[in-house]
């Protein structure tokens, strides 16, 4: 194991959580939550899963665990979790959800940048119970407890509205901070050097010819689902060999990596500090979040002469697989990394092509049989449920979403893609010609049938007229012949 890890090995993991106070620190966040222990980093041990004690801790270490994970939400019972259960159950034994922001970019400072921003617009929205820890490797986590929520909202108790609480605030903070954002990076780097830094083209990190701070920094809003797990607070990050550490929010800005090597670790700063929240302090930041409405999107319809934009209209029937453009058969050919945001992007665009819920899923089981590490079926299952439940047409992400496409490998255009824009734009349009060619077809031989029909028909009229002809000359020839018989018989 330990030749895997950057500056961990075996003996690094076993000294580190054998610490009491570490075991303590991990087990005090455990109540009420789902906790999974992860072997090296490749996948979770068996679901669902609890820590009661501190003990547990090194007691699942010498089993092989390396790091420990837990829900957002908060259960009565974690432990009575069954994979595929309806929503209505889920809400039933939910008590509650933290909020979790994830941020994460390869240039490490612009996490800090974007840490720090979000932590002054909860601010702004009058909290004061907002915590922050050290991811263990490039980004932050930023937190809310459930406590200091509104019980209701839009008539809806708020122990129900996840995922999609956490998304519309996220939402809604990325869309606060952006322009904030991209004139703290800029002031540190010029676009020609994130190019560099992080080897993409211009087009990459631009939106309309204007860099955008999103191209760079992920602040996650797609990826959270129902039984969605977060890295816990003082456990390792078998990828860098560093802790998730809680950091003081006043001093993102100035958080150095090195103290979250195992041996430097301390137990000081809170995290998720329930007692430090005030009942109702998050009402302002979910009314405006609630009330936010992000830019809709569009197809892009494009032509040779002009370039316009049209509402999204639902199609009738779906599009064949032999249309889809690379980037989605790339995916549906089965991909090492991504498989979250694969799924993202192919249920939107599926259904934005036409396919009804149940061929979704059909396809999409098939397609996790293709991925060297599938997804989870109760998560594949339970993204597309809670899709089918929004009743919302959203196209997947444009192609310009290096962080969907390029980033992960799938974007191989062909000379088609240089005509579109969102990867349902290329099926759709592609579909569209060739009904519009095999309609053309139809009345072409429609066409030609009738010509054929008026040829037939003249040529008919023509044999009709030359046998009403011979029956007339018959009828003279044997009236002339029976005048003839009658002459001689009377002579």
Same mark, same amino acid.
């Given at each position: 194991?330990?030749?895997?890890?950057?500056?961990?090995?075996?003996?690094?993991?076993?000294?580190?959580?054998?610490?009491?106070?570490?075991?303590?620190?991990?087990?005090?966040?455990?109540?009420?939550?789902?906790?999974?222990?992860?072997?090296?980093?490749?996948?979770?041990?068996?679901?669902?899963?609890?820590?009661?004690?501190?003990?547990?801790?090194?007691?699942?270490?010498?089993?092989?665990?390396?790091?420990?994970?837990?829900? *957002?939400?908060?259960?009565?019972?974690?432990?009575?979790?069954?994979?595929?259960?309806?929503?209505?159950?889920?809400?039933?034994?939910?008590?509650?959800?933290?909020?979790?922001?994830?941020?994460?970019?390869?240039?490490?400072?612009?996490?800090?940048?974007?840490?720090?921003?979000?932590?002054?617009?909860?601010?702004?929205?009058?909290?004061?119970?907002?915590?922050?820890?050290?991811?263990?490797?490039?980004?932050?986590?930023?937190?809310?407890?459930?406590?200091?929520?509104?019980?209701?909202?839009?008539?809806?108790?708020?122990?129900?509205?996840?995922? *999609?609480?956490?998304?519309?605030?996220?939402?809604?903070?990325?869309?606060?901070?952006?322009?904030?954002?991209?004139?703290?990076?800029?002031?540190?780097?010029?676009?020609?050097?994130?190019?560099?830094?992080?080897?993409?083209?211009?087009?990459?990190?631009?939106?309309?010819?204007?860099?955008?701070?999103?191209?760079?920094?992920?602040?996650?809003?797609?990826?959270?689902?129902?039984?969605?797990?977060?890295?816990?607070?003082?456990?390792?990050?078998?990828?860098?060999?560093?802790?998730?550490?809680?950091?003081?929010?006043?001093?993102?800005?100035?958080?150095?990596?090195?103290?979250?090597?195992?041996?430097?670790?301390?137990?000081?700063?809170?995290?998720?500090?329930?007692?430090?929240?005030?009942?109702?302090?998050?009402?302002?930041?979910?009314?405006?979040?609630?009330?936010?409405?992000?830019?809709?999107?569009?197809?892009?319809?494009?032509?040779?002469?002009?370039?316009?934009?049209?509402?999204?209209?639902?199609?009738?029937?779906?599009?064949?697989?032999?249309?889809?453009?690379?980037?989605?058969?790339?995916?549906?050919?089965?991909?090492?990394?991504?498989?979250?945001?694969?799924?993202?992007?192919?249920?939107?665009?599926?259904?934005?092509?036409?396919?009804?819920?149940?061929?979704?899923?059909?396809?999409?089981?098939?397609?996790?049989?293709?991925?060297?590490?599938?997804?989870?079926?109760?998560?594949?299952?339970?993204?597309?449920?809670?899709?089918?439940?929004?009743?919302?047409?959203?196209?997947?992400?444009?192609?310009?979403?290096?962080?969907?496409?390029?980033?992960?490998?799938?974007?191989?255009?062909?000379?088609?893609?240089?005509?579109?824009?969102?990867?349902?734009?290329?099926?759709?349009?592609?579909?569209?010609?060739? *009904?519009?060619?095999?309609?053309?077809?139809?009345?072409?031989?429609?066409?030609?049938?009738?010509?054929?029909?008026?040829?037939?028909?003249?040529?008919?009229?023509?044999?009709?007229?030359?046998?009403?002809?011979?029956?007339?000359?018959?009828?003279?020839?044997?009236?002339?012949?029976?005048?003839?018989?009658?002459?001689?018989?009377?002579?």
């Amino acid at each position: 194991m330990g030749s895997k890890y950057k500056d961990m090995d075996k003996s690094t993991v076993i000294l580190y959580y054998k610490r009491p106070e570490i075991q303590e620190a991990i087990a005090s966040f455990a109540q009420n939550k789902e906790v999974v222990g992860s072997f090296g980093g490749k996948g979770y041990a068996k679901r669902p899963d609890i820590l009661q004690f501190p003990s547990d801790v090194f007691s699942q270490v010498q089993r092989g665990i390396t790091s420990f994970h837990m829900s *957002e939400e908060t259960w009565l019972n974690p432990l009575l979790l069954e994979p595929g259960m309806k929503r209505a159950d889920q809400d039933d034994l939910r008590i509650g959800w933290d909020l979790i922001l994830d941020i994460d970019s390869k240039l490490f400072d612009c996490s800090q940048f974007a840490a720090d921003l979000i932590v002054q617009a909860l601010r702004y929205h009058a909290i004061t119970s907002v915590t922050v820890k050290f991811s263990g490797n490039h980004g932050f986590h930023i937190a809310v407890p459930f406590e200091a929520f509104p019980q209701i909202v839009d008539g809806t108790p708020t122990k129900n509205l996840f995922p *999609e609480g956490p998304k519309k605030i996220a939402e809604y903070l990325n869309d606060m901070i952006k322009e904030h954002l991209k004139k703290k990076i800029l002031e540190k780097y010029s676009v020609a050097q994130l190019c560099n830094l992080l080897q993409l083209k211009k087009e990459d990190v631009e939106l309309r010819g204007e860099f955008n701070p999103f191209s760079i920094v992920d602040i996650d809003t797609i990826l959270i689902s129902s039984r969605h797990l977060f890295r816990m607070p003082y456990s390792l990050n078998e990828k860098s060999g560093l802790v998730s550490i809680p950091v003081d929010p006043s001093k993102i800005l100035s958080f150095n990596r090195e103290d979250a090597r195992p041996e430097n670790v301390r137990v000081e700063v809170p995290f998720l500090n329930r007692s430090q929240a005030k009942f109702d302090e998050a009402k302002k930041l979910f009314i405006a979040a609630f009330d936010f409405v992000a830019p809709q999107q569009t197809i892009l319809v494009e032509s040779s002469e002009k370039t316009s934009s049209v509402d999204f209209e639902q199609l009738q029937n779906k599009v064949p697989e032999e249309l889809f453009p690379p980037c989605i058969k790339t995916i549906l050919r089965g991909i090492p990394d991504g498989k979250k945001r694969a799924l993202f992007i192919l249920v939107n665009f599926l259904r934005s092509c036409g396919w009804t819920y149940e061929d979704i899923e059909e396809r999409l089981l098939e397609w996790n049989t293709l991925n060297p590490e599938p997804l989870r079926e109760v998560q594949l299952k339970g993204h597309i449920r809670y899709h089918r439940q929004s009743k919302k047409a959203v196209l997947p992400p444009n192609c310009d979403n290096k962080a969907y496409y390029k980033d992960l490998g799938f974007c191989t255009p062909d000379n088609f893609c240089s005509r579109i824009k969102n990867p349902a734009t290329y099926a759709r349009k592609k579909s569209f010609l060739i *009904e519009q060619h095999a309609s053309k077809q139809k009345k072409n031989q429609k066409k030609d049938l009738k010509k054929e029909q008026k040829q037939q028909g003249s040529s008919d009229q023509q044999d009709h007229s030359s046998l009403s002809t011979k029956i007339q000359e018959s009828q003279e020839v044997t009236h002339e012949s029976k005048t003839k018989t009658k002459t001689n018989e009377s002579q």
